[in-house]
């Protein structure tokens, strides 16, 4: 019996795992608000001009640019960090310049992109350097 419940406590531990970085209670994430509501109104002017032909104005996709809003799109990053997602934004859009945009303008589509996901805004900006995003953890909101 001892034995069962050792290989039944690896295996939980070993899935709890495998979606990324297992977050620890207490630590930073994107449910602590890591945009502001000002960054996020920016954004969305940003969104317009930069992402939303390929993306769609409601953030849907459109068969060749994934959707950035919904389950499948929190599926795919929940586990990793903010700065995971600010660094593929960063260094791969838009598709056909890919890092034109500044810092700023990258952390603001992500703000808009958060909140048009449900995550709430905080009092303090998104910073734009990756080590801090790093820290920030991805995780399902609480009705996903």
Not at 33 to 47: H, I
């Amino acid at each position: 019996m001892k034995s069962r419940i050792a290989i039944l406590s690896a295996a939980l531990a070993v899935s709890a795992t495998i979606g990324g970085v297992a977050w620890a209670q207490g630590a930073a994430t994107v449910l602590d608000g890591a945009y502001t509501e000002a960054q996020a109104q920016t954004g969305q002017d940003q969104f317009s001009a930069h992402c939303a032909a390929c993306h769609g104005s409601g953030l849907t996709g459109n068969g060749e640019a994934p959707a950035l809003v919904g389950g499948e799109f929190i599926s795919n990053w929940a586990g990793l960090t903010l700065g995971d997602l600010f660094e593929r934004i960063r260094t791969t859009m838009p598709q056909d310049n890919p890092g034109k945009l500044s810092r700023d303008q990258y952390a603001q589509i992500l703000a808009f992109i958060l909140k048009s996901n449900g995550y709430p805004a905080g009092q303090k900006a998104m910073d734009t350097r990756t080590p801090f995003l790093n820290a920030i953890g991805f995780v399902p909101p609480p009705h996903h």
